[in-house]
Structures are given as structure tokens and as C-alpha cells.
């Protein structure tokens, strides 16, 4: 029975997971017009890579194959680049790319860490216009990373005024897709997976550690609020997940309604 499931957990490495080098987290700026009047920042979420998390099925290419169980081919679409330019033409559109791998080829570092360094790269991409707004989209776990940049940049504050602490000043927008912001039912299913696959290179990721942890969520969550009520007027959708994966059965959607909800703004389905 043992050697069935380190057998499967080998073969899993081919199956799900990308064998390509993450490469170092950067902020890609996908889209600048002349005489930006606000920045888009999109952060993706756990186990995600880039551009992949941003990409879409365009099924008026849906081609038929040969082989009778195969699915049909159809071409993906950076939707960031291709359609959120016709909806906001005068935006400056960036990606910020980052290692969220958890099962494989993950690291050490942890959501301090990446909030930290996406700061850095939105305080270097605003030299020219500190003060312009900025509208965020966080993927899943992206928006606890998104949360944690506006919280480092809000208590960067000094006298006078730094360039860090405008990220947090400026008026802003963020989006929630699917944000944990209370764990999720799978981060123990994912721990017991990360500890049977280390034999076959997994590495053990700090990432998971936030989605169990309810005492460090609360206080990512308070300490948010105070960004929220302590700088310009700052507006958030959280959007929740209706339709379920393949496992859903027997866990129920990866972020709940519940857990997807901030417990302010607006909320909608997708």
C-alpha cells in the first residue's frame, strides 16, 4: 500500500506540476499609454505562475482533435493585455510576478517577504507620479499579499513624508478573487501532501503556513482595517467562488463565501 502511494505522489510531479524555473519576482508592466491616469496592479495567487493566472479560453478557436478522449484545443488569452485596455484605456497596466509555489520548486519565503518586495517595485515604477491612483487585483492569495504591502507601506510612515508610505496614501481600489481572508478548508490537505512529497524534491512552503494560522489572519485583517480608515477613500469588491472543482465534494470551494468576504465593501459572485 506504501509503495502505491509514493508511486502516485512520484507520478503526481508530472501530472500537475510545472517543471520550469520560477523566475525572480519582478513587476512586468504589460500595458503604458502616453498619460496614465491610474495604475493597475494585479497579484497572483497561490501555486499560480506567470502569465498563466491571467490568461482565458477564447472559445471561438476551440478546434477539434483526432483522438476520441482528448480534450479540444483552444487558445488562451492574457486578458490583462488583450481586453482590460479596451475597459480602461488610460491605465497603466502591471503584473507582479512572484514565486507562490507551494508543493514544488517552492522557497522560504513568506508573505512578509513578497508584500515587501512588490512595495519596493511599486515605489520604483512611481518615481514620475507618486500620487497617481491604483487600482489592485488579488488572485486568490494574492490579496493577502496585496493587503500586507498596504500595510508595510502604511506603517512606513515618517516625517517628512517617504515615497513607500504613498502606496498606501494614494486613493486606491482593490479587487478580491477568491481572497482567503479567513484560511482555507485545504490548508491541511495541503500540508500532508507538501510533507509525503518532500522525498521526491517537494519543499516544505512558508506560504501554506497563513492559510491555518487564525491568530496571524486576524491580525493581517486589523491591522489592514486601520489602512483602510487611515488614508484616502479606498474601495473593495470581494468576489467569491460558485462553481466547484473536482474535489469540491469532499471539502467543499477552496475560499468560502465566508472566508472571501472581508467584512466591508462590496461582495459579488463569479
Known amino acids: 500500500m506504501s509503495i502505491a502511494i509514493c508511486i502516485g505522489l512520484f507520478f503526481l510531479r508530472f501530472v500537475f506540476l510545472d517543471e520550469e524555473k520560477q523566475s525572480a519576482s519582478q513587476l512586468h508592466v504589460l500595458v503604458d499609454p502616453r498619460d496614465p491616469l491610474v495604475d493597475v496592479v494585479a497579484v497572483q495567487g497561490l501555486g499560480s505562475t506567470y502569465p498563466y493566472t491571467w490568461m482565458g479560453k477564447n472559445n471561438s478557436t476551440r478546434r477539434k482533435t483526432w483522438f476520441p478522449f482528448s480534450k479540444p484545443k483552444v487558445e488562451r ?7 482590460l485596455p479596451e475597459d480602461l ?3 497603466r497596466i502591471m503584473a507582479f510576478e512572484y514565486n507562490s509555489k507551494w508543493l514544488y520548486n517552492s522557497d522560504f519565503l513568506g508573505l512578509h517577504e513578497h508584500a515587501s518586495t512588490l512595495l519596493t517595485a511599486l515605489v520604483d515604477n512611481r518615481q514620475d ?14 490579496g493577502l499579499v496585496v493587503k500586507q504591502t498596504l ?5 512606513s510612515k515618517t516625517d517628512p513624508p517617504n515615497l513607500r508610505q504613498w502606496i498606501a496614501d494614494v486613493e486606491s481600489s482593490i479587487a478580491f478573487l477568491g481572497t482567503p481572508h479567513q484560511g482555507s478548508n485545504y490548508a491541511l490537505f495541503a500540508h500532508i501532501l ?6 521526491f524534491g517537494g519543499t516544505y512552503a512558508h506560504l501554506l503556513k497563513l492559510l491555518s494560522d487564525s491568530d496571524r489572519l486576524v491580525e493581517l485583517d486589523r491591522d489592514f482595517k486601520a489602512v483602510l480608515s487611515g488614508g484616502q477613500t479606498k474601495q473593495t469588491v470581494c468576489f467569491y467562488e460558485t462553481k466547484g ?3 469540491s ?9 465566508t472566508s472571501a468576504y472581508l467584512g466591508q465593501g462590496d461582495e459579488a459572485a463569479m
Open 249 to 257: 465534494w469532499l471539502l467543499g470551494p477552496m475560499v468560502t463565501r
Open 89 to 91: 484605456p488610460a491605465a
Open 194 to 199: 507538501s510533507f509525503f512529497y518532500a522525498p
Open 151 to 155: 500595510i508595510l507601506s502604511h506603517k
Open 77 to 83: 488569452i492574457e486578458w490583462l493585455r488583450r481586453y
Open 129 to 142: 507620479s507618486p500620487g497617481r491612483p491604483i487600482l489592485f487585483i488579488g488572485h486568490s492569495y494574492g
Open 245 to 247: 472543482q473536482l474535489w
